[in-house]
């Protein structure tokens, strides 16, 4: 049985990599304002995601928002870097396993994910995807956008050169499955690897 899908897009954030800002933000509001733990991953977060900042800009702006303008001393890119890579620690139970049952299908895989600089650095450290995919798209790079803003998965599809009926899209996020869904990409919610895999299964997938 072999899937209809030209492209098999998966996510790379808790259906690969584990993580969790939670962890982070435990961290944060114990030694920083109160403000900043809790917009860490929001406001400027976006923007470093989409490429926009560079982690110099992104500690700057949360030290000028957050911390009182200060970037130095206690508070340095590098610390903010550190504090930041605390909330990706490990890899999805299951995942690895999975991706070796995928392998046959490299040239139709793709890795879509909103991540930055450090987040990519990270996942580098943890898992190589290379051998596992035909490219990876990374917010933060070329794509420059965000999964739910405007005109992003029609990007993708112009990118790969396939139309929506070519894709089967993998993400743990219902906002991220819903922006694929209004163009008419099929989608499969992770919830865990089992489910996944069964759901694959049922779309020709040999795993």
């Known amino acids: 049985m072999n899937s209809r899908f030209r492209i098999l897009l998966i996510d790379i954030g808790n259906v690969i990599i584990d993580a969790s800002h939670a962890i982070t933000h435990k961290v944060l509001i114990k030694?920083?304002?109160?403000?900043?733990a809790e917009k860490f991953y929001t406001d400027f977060y976006l923007d470093f995601n989409r490429g926009k900042l560079t982690p110099e800009e992104f500690a700057t702006a949360l030290a000028?928002?957050?911390?009182?303008?200060r970037v130095y001393g206690t508070f340095t890119v590098?610390?903010?870097?550190s504090l930041h890579d605390l909330?990706?620690?490990?890899l999805v139970k299951g995942a690895p396993e999975l991706l070796e049952k995928l392998r046959r299908y490299k040239e139709n895989i793709v890795f879509l994910t909103n991540t930055n600089?450090?987040?990519t650095e990270r996942e580098k450290q943890l898992i190589d995807l290379q051998p596992y995919c035909r490219c990876?798209?990374?917010s933060h790079e070329k794509l420059g956008k965000l999964k739910t803003d405007e005109g992003a998965f029609e990007d993708v599809l112009r990118m790969l050169n396939v139309e929506a009926k070519d894709v089967l899209f993998v993400?743990?996020?219902q906002a991220n499955i819903n922006a694929a869904k209004k163009l008419g990409i099929e989608t499969i919610l992770f919830e865990n690897v089992e489910q996944t895999t069964?759901?694959?299964v049922s779309y020709g997938y040999e795993v």
């Open 31 to 36: 030694g920083y304002p109160k403000e900043m």
């Open 64 to 69: 000028t928002n957050y911390y009182g303008g």
């Open 78 to 81: 590098k610390l903010m870097q």
């Open 87 to 90: 909330h990706i620690f490990g």
């Open 117 to 119: 600089i450090w987040q």
């Open 136 to 138: 990876i798209l990374r």
């Open 171 to 173: 993400d743990d996020s």
């Open 198 to 200: 069964q759901a694959l």
